[in-house]
T-cell receptor
Framework: AQTVTQSQPEMSVQEAETVTLSCTYD???????LFWYKQPPSRQMILVIR??????QNATENRFSVNFQKAAKSFSLKISDSQLGDAAMYFC????????????FGTGTRLKVLA | GAVVSQHPSRVICKSGTSVKIECRSL??????MFWYRQFPKQSLMLMAT?????????EQGVEKDKFLINHASLTLSTLTVTSAHPEDSSFYIC???????????FGPGTRLTVT
């Protein structure tokens, strides 16, 4: 069974600085998708970034980028120029492309942004 | 972008009563909807997968008779918590798929409090 692990329950970053959130996963599949979701205090889930496993190039969305290491089954999120609005829970998620189609979420990392 | 609504956003009910939560895709047809439960400071736990016109698929450990899911149309899925008890108090989130399996849009959630 697939699993997703986020080993950092909480992280802090100074405003305008860079922070990296870690995520590892376990799967025997070769094709899948990985995601980072943001859940602010409103609790609305917001997609931050998506990575297709078959793509070697790391995904980037403005200040958000990932470091996808397929062999190591690692998928970290880098937030550059952190802003106060980035403060939220961040969930790493896995979606298989075969078998049962559903998200498997990590336990989350709470990011605090210090002014 | 695709919008998913949930109603109500908050509900308080007495122990022993039933409560229905609606999940609607407002601008797209959702063949698949997912229902999640989220306890404070925890991750999303998938409860069931709902497909239009067919019975929902429940995750292991989720009581089918307690959490009734109906997906009667391509834009509406409902979760009914029957004979609610205080331990059912939680935040319930739905997501709806556009047809691309991994592309899910989340509703804003419903906070259920059972007194």
């Amino acid at each position: 069974a697939q699993t997703v692990t986020q080993s950092q329950p909480e992280m802090s970053v100074q405003e305008a600085e860079t922070v990296t959130l870690s995520c590892t996963y376990d799967t025997s599949e070769s094709d899948y998708y990985l995601f980072w979701y943001k859940q602010p205090p409103s609790r609305q889930m917001i997609l931050v970034i998506r990575q297709e496993a078959y793509k070697q190039q790391n995904a980037t969305e403005n200040r958000f980028s990932v470091n996808f290491q397929k062999a190591a089954k690692s998928f970290s999120l880098k937030i550059s120029d952190s802003q106060l609005g980035d403060a939220a829970m961040y969930f790493c998620a896995y979606w298989a492309t075969s078998g049962t189609y559903k998200y498997i979420f990590g336990t989350g990392t709470r990011l605090k942004v210090l002014a | 972008g695709a919008v998913v609504s949930q109603h109500p956003s908050r509900v308080i009910c007495k122990s022993g009563t039933s409560v229905k939560i609606e999940c609607r895709s407002l601008d797209f047809q959702a063949t698949t909807m997912f229902w999640y439960r989220q306890f404070p400071k925890q991750s999303l736990m998938l409860m069931a997968t709902s497909n239009e016109g067919s019975k929902a698929t429940y995750e292991q450990g989720v009581e089918k008779d307690k959490f009734l899911i109906n997906h009667a149309s391509l834009t509406l899925s409902t979760l009914t918590v029957t004979s609610a008890h205080p331990e059912d108090s939680s935040f319930y989130i739905c997501s709806a798929g556009t047809g691309i399996p991994y592309e899910q849009y989340f509703g804003p959630g419903t906070r259920l409090t059972v007194t």
